[in-house]
Nanobody, 116 residues
Framework: QVELVESGGGSVQAGGSLRLSCATSGDIFRYITMRWYRQAPGKQRELVASITPGDVTTYADSLKDRFTISRDNAKNTAYLQMMSLKPEDTAVYYC??????????WGQGTLVTVSS
């Protein structure tokens, strides 16, 4: 059973930075692609970034200049470094993966609030 636990959210002023963490249980972390999604109030959940086991990264076009996804296989943890935050980045951020079985796993989410 793979569980995902996000942390690192909080309230920041515009222009600030945050680093989110996604701690993963189980022994297969190094073999799975990790993704960050976010859901702003009243909007659909959107893909923010992903990182493959081989460290190939992809980003939403509008975020690639400010957000960086990374992973530490020794710690079974994925990260999302967010810079130059804007009020429109306010959302609940979720960690996600798809297991080899095909099942998707989601974390509980961590709230990021950016004030102007």
């Amino acid at each position: 059973q793979v569980e995902l636990v996000e942390s690192g959210g909080g309230s920041v002023q515009a222009g600030g930075s945050l680093r989110l963490s996604c701690a993963t249980s189980g022994d297969i972390f190094r073999y799975i692609t990790m993704r960050w999604y976010r859901q702003a109030p009243g909007k659909q959940r959107e893909l923010v970034a992903s990182i493959t086991p081989g460290d190939v990264t992809t980003y939403a076009d509008s975020l690639k200049d400010r957000f960086t996804i990374s992973r530490d296989n020794a710690k079974n943890t994925a990260y999302l470094q967010m810079m130059s935050l804007k009020p429109e980045d306010t959302a609940v951020y979720y960690c996600n993966t798809r297991l080899p079985s095909g099942l998707q796993r989601w974390g509980q989410g961590t709230l990021v609030t950016v004030s102007s």
